[in-house]
């Protein structure tokens, strides 16, 4: 079993910056990959970023890429999400999610957090 806790977002001007962190518990192997997904209201969930846990493989979502970083402290069992440059487009509940073969597609990921609103005012 894995638990994860997101923490982190909160309301934030266009062009700010916010950082999510994803605490885990529970047994995370080196082959793990730790995704972020978001939900705005009316739509389905999307992927954000993924890493895996030994830090081998990174991914964005084209719609992402230059402005969020996706980062492990395996220390402190914690996947941070650096989003800069926040358009009010990127408001949506950010999810941290868990699986040890999934990447991109949410319905693959066995393990979830509550979630974490992120809203971004224009």
């Known amino acids: 079993q894995v638990q994860l806790v997101e923490s982190g977002g909160g309301l934030v001007q266009a062009g700010g910056s916010l950082r999510l962190s994803c605490a885990a518990s529970?047994?995370?192997?080196?082959?793990?990959?730790l995704g972020w997904f978001r939900q705005a209201p009316g739509l389905e969930r999307e992927f954000v970023a993924a890493?895996?846990?030994?830090?081998?493989?990174?991914g964005y979502a084209d719609f992402v890429k230059g402005r969020f970083t996706i980062s492990r402290d395996n220390a402190k069992n914690t996947v941070y999400l650096q989003m800069n440059t926040l358009k009010p487009e990127d408001t949506a509940v950010y999810y941290c999610?868990?699986?040890?073969?999934?990447?991109?597609?949410?319905?693959?990921?066995?393990?979830w957090g509550q979630g974490t609103q992120v809203t971004v005012s224009s």
């Open positions: 890493i895996r846990w030994n830090g081998y493989n990174i």
């Open positions: 529970g047994r995370i192997f080196d082959n793990y990959v």
């Open positions: 999610a868990a699986d040890s073969a999934a990447w991109s597609v949410a319905k693959n990921y066995d393990y």
